[in-house]
């Protein structure tokens, strides 16, 4: 059974910065990454990586994160975190670990976490 353990949500001021982390068990993984959902929004992709990507190096971002957050993943660990600097008040949302078994490609959500950045 695949169980996600996400951590690192806070209330920060605009221009900080926060590490989101989340630990995933119970499978391999090819997708791992980050969503989030605003208030009265659809859920959107922030950034994700596939297994081949070592550090992220083929990470995949949202247009609105690019040059402000980096995602890393430990795939001996099957941990992906998100670095997120230079933070706006737009970046306030819910935000959830996603990740895709290696078998299957079947998806599974974390229970989100909550970042608030207050202007």
């Known amino acids: 059974q695949v169980h996600l353990l996400e951590s690192g949500g806070n209330l920060v001021q605009a221009g900080g910065s926060l590490t989101l982390s989340c630990a995933a068990s119970?499978?391999?993984?090819?997708?791992m990454g980050w969503y989030r959902q605003a208030p009265g929004k659809q859920r959107e992709l922030v950034a994700t990586?596939?297994?081949?990507?070592?550090?992220?190096?083929?990470?995949i971002y949202a247009d609105s994160v690019k040059g402000r957050f980096t995602i890393s993943r430990d795939n001996a660990k099957n941990t992906v975190s998100l670095q997120m600097n230079s933070l706006k008040s737009e970046d306030t949302a819910v935000y959830y670990c996603?990740?895709?078994?290696?078998?299957?490609?079947?998806?599974?959500w974390g229970q989100g976490t909550q970042v608030t950045v207050s202007s």
């Open positions: 996603y990740v895709t078994t290696a078998l299957y490609a079947v998806g599974y």
């Open positions: 119970g499978s391999r993984f090819n997708i």
């Open positions: 990586t596939s297994s081949g990507s070592i550090s992220g190096g083929s990470a």
